[in-house]
């Protein structure tokens, strides 16, 4: 038996929060422009590959395509 074949569907857990947060990033945001406690559940989702960071010097954020 192979994995696809048990494997009906991949979904990354998130938590209320983050689920929150990516309705709220379907266009480019500002990581500044967050609240301390938002960049902390951003980077988190970055680490995760649900959120990409663009730039260096004042980064946005960019929500991943499924």
Do not use: C, Y
């Amino acid at each position: 038996m192979k994995i696809n074949e048990l494997i009906s569907n991949f979904e990354i857990w998130t938590t209320n929060e983050e689920a929150m947060l990516l309705t709220r990033l379907a266009k480019p945001v500002l990581l500044s422009s967050m609240t301390e406690h938002e960049q902390v559940i951003i980077n988190n989702m970055i680490r995760k590959s649900l959120v990409t960071k663009v730039g260096h010097k004042d980064p946005m954020v960019v929500i991943n395509e499924k």
